[in-house]
């Protein structure tokens, strides 16, 4: 791990200036991705903006009949939450079927949207990867793809986002609030909030440099059953070949999010009207213009059959 700074921010607006004036600061708090992308110098921050005592650890309800989700608040405190297992069951399964108990206790709600890219080509610095040195090539294009992305891909690069939490954030419909080094602050969709890689795979999400993220916000709860089914290449602690975040209501309507077949959580909101006709012909529309690789060409059917179970289950 090479050298760095640190320093302990006092408020939000403090941790996003101390970003401005460090050009390549990295916030932390849990640390759960950034210390071990560290280790591997992937990540070379040369200074550390520790953003633990800002008080953003409270889940609060809003005058809309929401919830308001404070950035730091852990995976386990959030998971665990009586109005969040009550009401947003999705969230609180799609939690539980990340990581170890270990790491739901440090990682929290910011840390999770912003983890970045399990790809192995990214990890290994002998490659190059766009996204760790913007120009260089992307390795896994003609590389061992099984893992990668089959939709919203490009030339420069095929990852997927590896967060559990976030594909059901996006069926949720939440919303991310930030601030800026100013004061300003901002409210980002959570359909807007990740990027797809286009030519520049670097830039993940639509934060701007030093902008810092201070609480997620759910909208009222939207009822219905909530399901969050997870398949991967063995029973615990991996990340997802395909899963599938829903929400279904009694009369066959619905919502429905994909994870781990593109680089951003993946929800196309026209398919869901195709719901009460089967997994197929939703599947289908979610996934129309996919461009899977030989080695993962199995995700699309992957990805139907785990809806038909969802669904299979959601008709009980």
Not at 127 to 155: D, F, H, M, W, Y
Not at 196 to 209: F, I, M, S, W
Not at 217 to 230: M, N, Q, S
Request: hydrophobic share 40%; net charge positive.
């Amino acid at each position: 791990m090479r050298p760095f700074t640190y320093e302990r921010a006092r408020s939000p607006a403090e941790a996003a200036a101390a970003a401005i004036r460090n050009p390549g600061a990295r916030f932390i708090a849990g640390g759960t991705n950034l210390l071990d992308l560290m280790k591997l110098q992937i990540e070379v921050p040369p200074h550390l903006i520790d953003v633990n005592g800002l008080g953003l650890d409270r889940i609060e309800g809003t005058q809309e009949g929401g919830l308001r989700i404070g950035a730091l608040v852990r995976n386990t405190s959030l998971a665990a939450d009586e109005r969040v297992r009550r009401h947003y069951g999705v969230l609180s399964r799609a939690l539980l079927a990340g990581a170890t108990a270990q790491l739901r206790n440090k990682a929290t709600t910011a840390g999770n949207l912003l983890q970045r890219t399990r790809c192995p080509y990214f990890y290994d610095t002998a490659q190059p990867c766009n996204k760790r040195q913007p120009g260089s090539g992307c390795a896994a294009i003609g590389g061992v793809t099984r893992l990668l992305a089959v939709i919203g891909s490009s030339e420069a690069c095929i990852a997927t986002h590896p967060s559990d939490m976030a594909v059901a954030m996006r069926v949720l419909d939440a919303v991310v609030e930030t601030v800026k080094a100013d004061g300003t602050t901002r409210r980002i969709p959570i359909a807007e909030f990740h990027r797809l890689p286009g030519d520049t795979p670097h830039v993940e999400t639509a934060l701007e440099r030093g902008e810092f993220i201070t609480a997620v916000t759910l909208p009222p709860p939207i009822g219905g059953r909530h399901f969050y089914r997870k398949v991967r290449d063995r029973a615990s602690y991996a990340f997802a070949l395909v899963s599938v975040a829903a929400v279904m209501q009694r009369d066959g309507t619905g919502r429905v999010a994909l994870g781990g077949v593109a680089h951003k959580p993946w929800r196309v909101e026209a398919a869901e009207a195709e719901l009460p006709r089967g997994a197929r012909p939703v599947t289908a529309a979610i996934l129309d213009s996919a461009k899977p690789t030989h080695d993962n060409a199995f995700k699309v059917k992957l990805a139907e059959r785990t809806l038909a179970a969802v669904l299979a289950e959601a008709r009980g």
